[in-house]
């Protein structure tokens, strides 16, 4: 083993509950209960069409939070070398702030010498920076294998929006509704910050190297992964933007409902899945090992999802109309339609980081541009003529075929020595 890797596999390596899975997933359980309170919250206290602005102000924050960092942040996870990969995450954060900072400059003079901007959107966007700013240190200790902590990280502005919504209903101050994705998202990063000086994940950061000289070596990277990311935010947030657009707050808030909760067993175990896959398979490096290893780990996901998406194809029917009957029969239905969707997502998620860790930058950007396009051709082509459910059907079907030829490609990738 090189010296790189023995400090990969060494960086990798610690204590098992840190890289335990499901305790991972229990903390994403705890994000995603989170936003099904708070979508039930403002529904029943504000209505669906209210609920519709805060999901697409939920989307939005989303969707740029995790772009404006340029996937330096992915780059360093990436990286086996510690004293690069600290360089990258702090790349990461500056451009975070400077991106958060040069967009709010925008909206005022849009809302001052146009048109008026929507609270939602004023609200998502003074979220970005600190959110972007949490997923690099969530990031940060994936790379070293904490992958527990990282699920916390990521859960904490969730968990932390529940906290001020309550008191915000209790003074009749609905506008909290809104400024609560900001709000959480700032004394999330607050929370995070103070953990990460305290356990100092991810190595010193006076290690670091010239960071001009990486963000050139990492620029062809950056080129690459960029767009192929940003297609694929959009193609899971922009849907719900697109949707609000062409049929207004409501159906916006029940499509980004239905997207959620048929991707739930996806969040709850892919991006855990995900950061432990990656850093053995950084530790392993290429060898007779990788595919031994992607095959027990596709065999197991494989078994997981069937089992989430099974079970959750039971709970829809029963539970939905009694949590969420402001959005109607179409939340369940739309449900139904986009579970075999998630169920091969669930598998082909966390192989996806194989394309650009083995160089194959062009067929990983084909596949973002794929699924976007499944999405935003689903909505402009069904929508007008079969409304949600069109949607649904269409999305789930073209996009399945995307997600397979993603796991047919991963495979490939780690079996041929490029």
Same mark, same amino acid.
């Given at each position: 083993?090189?010296?790189?890797?023995?400090?990969?596999?060494?960086?990798? @390596? !610690?204590?098992?509950?840190? &890289?335990?899975?499901? %305790? =991972?997933? $229990?903390?994403? /359980? +705890? *994000?995603?209960? #989170?936003?099904?309170?708070?979508?039930?919250?403002?529904?029943?206290?504000?209505?669906?069409?209210?609920?519709?602005?805060?999901?697409?102000?939920?989307?939005?924050?989303?969707?740029?939070?995790?772009?404006?960092?340029?996937?330096?942040?992915? @780059? !360093?996870?990436?990286?086996? &070398?510690?004293?690069? %990969? =600290?360089? $990258?995450?702090? /790349? +990461? *954060?500056?451009? #975070?702030?400077?991106?958060?900072?040069?967009?709010?400059?925008?909206?005022?003079?849009?809302?001052?010498?146009?048109?008026?901007?929507?609270?939602?959107?004023?609200?998502?966007?003074?979220?970005?920076?600190?959110?972007?700013?949490?997923?690099?240190?969530?990031?940060?200790?994936? &790379?070293?294998?904490?992958?527990?902590?990282?699920?916390? /990280?990521?859960?904490?502005? #969730?968990?932390?929006?529940?906290?001020?919504?309550?008191?915000?209903?209790?003074?009749?101050?609905?506008?909290?509704?809104?400024?609560?994705?900001?709000?959480?998202?700032?004394?999330?990063?607050?929370?995070?910050?103070?953990?990460?000086?305290?356990?100092?994940?991810?190595?010193?950061?006076?290690?670091?190297?010239?960071?001009?000289?990486?963000?050139?070596?990492?620029?062809?990277?950056?080129?690459?992964?960029?767009?192929?990311?940003?297609?694929?935010?959009?193609?899971?947030?922009?849907?719900?933007?697109?949707?609000?657009?062409?049929?207004?707050?409501?159906?916006?808030?029940?499509?980004?409902?239905?997207?959620?909760?048929?991707?739930?067993?996806?969040?709850?175990?892919?991006?855990?899945?995900?950061?432990?896959?990656?850093?053995?398979?950084?530790?392993?490096?290429?060898?007779?090992?990788?595919?031994?290893?992607?095959?027990?780990?596709?065999?197991?996901?494989?078994?997981?999802?069937?089992?989430?998406?099974?079970?959750?194809?039971?709970?829809?029917?029963?539970?939905?109309?009694?949590?969420?009957?402001?959005?109607?029969?179409?939340?369940?239905?739309?449900?139904?339609?986009?579970?075999?969707?998630?169920?091969?997502?669930?598998?082909?998620?966390?192989?996806?980081?194989?394309?650009?860790?083995?160089?194959?930058?062009?067929?990983?950007?084909?596949?973002?541009?794929?699924?976007?396009?499944?999405?935003?051709?689903?909505?402009?082509?069904?929508?007008?003529?079969?409304?949600?459910?069109?949607?649904?059907?269409?999305?789930?079907?073209?996009?399945?075929?995307?997600?397979?030829?993603?796991?047919?490609?991963?495979?490939?990738?780690?079996?041929?020595?490029?």
């Amino acid at each position: 083993m090189s010296s790189a890797q023995a400090d990969s596999a060494k960086h990798a @390596a !610690g204590p098992h509950w840190a &890289r335990s899975v499901g %305790a =991972a997933a $229990l903390w994403t /359980l +705890a *994000q995603h209960g #989170a936003f099904f309170a708070c979508a039930w919250w403002v529904s029943w206290w504000a209505g669906a069409e209210r609920f519709g602005a805060f999901g697409q102000g939920l989307a939005l924050s989303a969707m740029l939070s995790a772009a404006i960092t340029f996937r330096l942040e992915y @780059a !360093g996870q990436l990286e086996r &070398r510690q004293r690069r %990969a =600290a360089s $990258l995450f702090s /790349l +990461a *954060q500056r451009s #975070a702030w400077l991106i958060c900072a040069l967009l709010l400059a925008a909206l005022a003079v849009v809302h001052h010498q146009w048109v008026r901007v929507p609270l939602w959107l004023w609200a998502s966007t003074l979220a970005l920076a600190p959110q972007a700013a949490t997923l690099v240190l969530a990031s940060r200790c994936a &790379r070293g294998g904490d992958v527990v902590r990282a699920a916390a /990280l990521r859960s904490g502005p #969730a968990i932390i929006m529940v906290l001020i919504l309550l008191p915000a209903w209790a003074v009749g101050w609905q506008e909290g509704i809104e400024w609560s994705i900001p709000l959480s998202a700032w004394m999330g990063w607050m929370v995070a910050r103070l953990l990460s000086l305290a356990n100092n994940p991810g190595g010193d950061d006076r290690r670091r190297v010239d960071a001009r000289r990486v963000a050139a070596f990492h620029l062809p990277f950056v080129r690459a992964e960029l767009p192929g990311f940003l297609l694929n935010v959009s193609a899971n947030h922009g849907q719900v933007l697109l949707i609000g657009a062409m049929g207004g707050d409501a159906a916006a808030g029940t499509a980004a409902l239905a997207l959620r909760i048929a991707m739930l067993p996806t969040s709850l175990f892919g991006l855990a899945l995900a950061d432990r896959l990656r850093s053995r398979v950084v530790a392993q490096g290429i060898g007779s090992g990788l595919t031994a290893l992607l095959r027990q780990a596709v065999q197991r996901m494989m078994a997981l999802s069937l089992g989430a998406h099974v079970i959750a194809a039971l709970l829809v029917p029963l539970l939905l109309p009694l949590v969420f009957p402001q959005q109607g029969e179409v939340l369940v239905s739309m449900v139904m339609w986009l579970l075999p969707l998630g169920m091969v997502r669930l598998v082909a998620s966390p192989l996806a980081f194989m394309l650009p860790w083995r160089g194959w930058l062009g067929l990983s950007l084909l596949g973002q541009c794929l699924l976007f396009a499944c999405a935003l051709l689903s909505v402009v082509l069904v929508f007008p003529i079969s409304g949600l459910n069109g949607v649904a059907v269409a999305y789930a079907i073209s996009a399945v075929g995307v997600y397979l030829g993603y796991i047919a490609t991963a495979w490939a990738a780690a079996r041929t020595d490029t």
